[in-house]
């Protein structure tokens, strides 16, 4: 039967996804308890997310996906987090190392898990050290490639997010949407490439738009506040059984020692170094911190004059962004930058005028001209699959990549049982 995943009417066929070599899983010692026979797991053979979509439309108000699921017996709830499953196979469980507690590290580690192997995670940095714990985060894919798998990890995530949100994981939520242009009506862009995954963006009404802008989309999607969802995330991958290793490794060849069947690289902006892809590099991005003066709207608009504009306001905060400078190191704040990006968001959330500042942040999103989500089979004596690269959109594409990912190592799982 040819498995294909649907979303929205749109049918994705699974070979789409990279697909691993077909050599067993080489170990370099048997270790005890591991390639046992195949254990009954529920997580979907072929990794596809096809929990996303089938079920449902758009948007938010679709809580009938997690009743569906639930009478179907499809989705289990492990601790605090539930995690979307479908069907029952059998895999040969293995013994994965997850390299990275990032979002993309805890994502594949928790599918990982939920597809019965054994998970070691390794992070060389607590969690509120890491990218994902800035993050602004909110569904938009940003500086990430390539476009067609970016688009297709993108919507797979939206969906996880959009049922997270209904089921109320900590940390995410659906956010009303407004995205700015200035051009005049006869030469508005066509409709964004995202606009698929997120289904329903309609025009701006004038009562909606600020000063200066004629035209603006309104759209829903998700936005997570990661100092809650990362360590919620984490604890759901600790609590269903994964050992934690407190690391920082020089080279993935360190984590050998620890006997896995396959490493997974998920170290952000290191992971290159640890591969030794030298197509890395830095995309530095300052974002402030400040009073929420009771906004509940996301806003920005791309191509500012004085810079990117955006406004994302969250429970206790609201995020102010921010800049995007590829190849750029230096991760102190610069003052003249906190006051360019105060302004140029007053201009598109005039509220926000006057705003008080509680911090103002610098990270480093892992740039890559694309994600690279592959299996590499000539770095260890291990197979390696990676999953890195991501970006301005980690958080957009997580799920997404994560699931490949997890099928990545399925794959390699049943071929070494062939
Ligand atoms: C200002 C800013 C705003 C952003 N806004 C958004 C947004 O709105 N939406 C969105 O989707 N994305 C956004 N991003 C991008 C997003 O944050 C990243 O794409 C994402 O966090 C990358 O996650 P990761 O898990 O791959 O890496 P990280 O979060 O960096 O995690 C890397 C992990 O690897 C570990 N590690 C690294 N090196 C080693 C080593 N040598 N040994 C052991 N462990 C190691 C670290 O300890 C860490 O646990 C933003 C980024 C920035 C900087």
């Known amino acids: 039967m040819p498995l294909s995943m649907e979303i929205r009417g749109r049918s994705f066929p699974v070979d789409e996804r990279p697909r691993p070599g077909r050599r067993p ?24 997310p096809i929990w996303a979509g089938q079920h449902r439309t758009r948007t938010t108000s679709s809580l009938p996906i997690t009743v569906l699921l639930h ?53 060389g940095d607590p969690l509120r050290q890491t990218t994902s714990h800035l ?4 569904w938009f894919p940003t500086a990430a490639g390539p476009a067609d798998a970016v688009a297709r990890w993108s919507a797979s995530a939206y969906e996880v997010l959009v049922r997270a949100a209904a089921d109320g994981v900590p940390g995410v939520c659906m956010r009303e949407s407004l995205v700015l242009y200035r051009e005049e009506a006869d030469v508005l862009p066509p409709l964004p490439s995202w ?31 990661m100092p809650t969802y990362l360590p919620h995330l984490y604890d759901s991958v600790v609590h269903n059984g994964a050992q934690h290793v407190q690391r920082r490794l020089g080279a993935l060849d360190q984590a050998l020692d620890l006997r896995p069947d396959v490493v997974v690289n998920a170290a952000g902006l290191t992971a290159g170094a640890l591969a030794g892809d030298n197509t890395t590099f830095p995309v530095r991005g300052q974002i402030l911190r400040v009073v929420n003066p009771g906004l509940s709207l996301s806003v920005r608009d791309e191509h500012h004059p004085g810079g990117r504009a955006y406004v994302h306001p969250r429970t206790q905060d609201c995020i102010l962004g921010g800049t995007l400078e590829v190849g750029v190191w230096d991760t102190t704040p610069d003052a003249d930058e906190t006051a360019a990006i105060l302004k140029r968001c007053a201009d598109i959330a005039p509220a926000l005028a006057g705003a008080q500042l509680i911090e103002s942040i610098v990270g480093l999103r892992p740039g890559r001209r694309e994600i690279r989500l592959e299996v590499d089979e000539s770095l260890l004596a291990v197979p390696v699959v990676h999953n890195y690269g991501h970006g301005g959109s980690g958080v957009t594409v997580g799920w997404g990549c994560a699931a490949d990912a997890a099928a990545l190592v399925d794959s390699l799982a049943d071929a070494s049982n062939e």
């Open 71 to 123: 009478a179907i017996g499809a989705l289990v709830v492990h601790g605090c987090e539930s995690v979307p499953v479908d069907g029952v196979c059998d895999h040969l469980r293995v013994h994965v190392v997850v390299v990275g507690a990032g979002v993309s590290g805890l994502s594949t580690a928790r599918l990982l898990l939920a597809g019965g192997h054994e998970v070691t995670l390794v992070s």
């Open 25 to 48: 899983i080489r170990s370099p010692e048997p270790k005890p308890g591991l390639n046992q026979p195949p254990v009954h797991c529920e997580w979907n053979c072929e990794g596809a």
């Open 195 to 225: 606009a698929e995954a997120v289904g329903e963006v309609r025009l701006a009404r004038p009562d909606e738009l600020p000063p200066g802008y004629p035209h603006g989309l309104r759209f829903v999607v998700p936005l997570v506040e």
């Open 135 to 138: 993050a602004a985060a909110v």
